[in-house]
């Protein structure tokens, strides 16, 4: 049996992805793959995901350089759910230049940002000249 | 503005989950929750989740007595995930009476399992009498 076909795929075809730093543990990012986009995740060992909003493949990185470069591929109890472990190009995960994307702490009932800004998103996505 | 009004909530009225273990930072299980099992998780320490198969509250643990008491609770930047940092009771997470749910680690285009079952779910979920 293809390890893809034991996935259960939702309606859409997809899969909830969680990004965790391997060796700190650190939860990076959560997205989606669709099956294509985990097939070509484990065989380049670079995280590529699904883009809902794009409706496209989206190899992390691919603009920003900070790509994922994966470690290994985990499948949850209920087989819906991929963990990757990688190291994080760069060090920064998130679109807004932090580290990671879980950068708002509930506190008294209100979020806050404890995470700073290591490179601004300007400088991380140039404009195409 | 009430902080679970800034959560972008997915047409079901759903956030996506991550549990990870305070301390050790393991991803231990992924579920979803609805505003009353968040605000219900913020308000008493102990994560809530919503069953999406049974379409109730799920305290976790209620059954099993595997509750996980809450650390911290985390958003990303998009508002659209949330991260708990929990301290699990009994250290099973997962209702396969492992750890936690992410036993199979993908070796060679093959699932396998990498984690021991710590106690026999017959013994965890006891029928009642």
Chains 1, 2 share one sequence.
Not at 35 to 42: M, S
Not at 100 to 106: E, S
Request: glycine content about 6%; charged content about 25%.
């Amino acid at each position: 049996m293809n390890w893809l076909d034991e996935i259960n795929w939702d309606e859409n075809g997809l899969v909830p992805v969680i990004a965790q730093e391997h060796g700190t543990n650190k939860v990076l990012m959560f997205a989606w793959m669709n099956r294509e986009a985990l097939a070509e995740t484990n065989s380049t060992k670079q995280a590529v995901y699904w883009s809902r909003s794009r409706k496209k493949l989206w190899r992390k990185g691919e603009e920003s350089g900070h790509v994922q470069t994966v470690h290994d591929i985990r499948l949850d109890c209920d087989e819906d759910v991929i963990l990757l472990s990688v190291e994080q190009a760069g060090g920064i995960a998130c679109h807004t230049g932090r580290h990671h994307c879980f950068f708002k702490i509930l506190h008294n009932d209100q979020w806050r940002i404890d995470q700073p800004v290591i490179k601004n998103p300007e400088d991380i996505y140039k404009p195409v000249a």
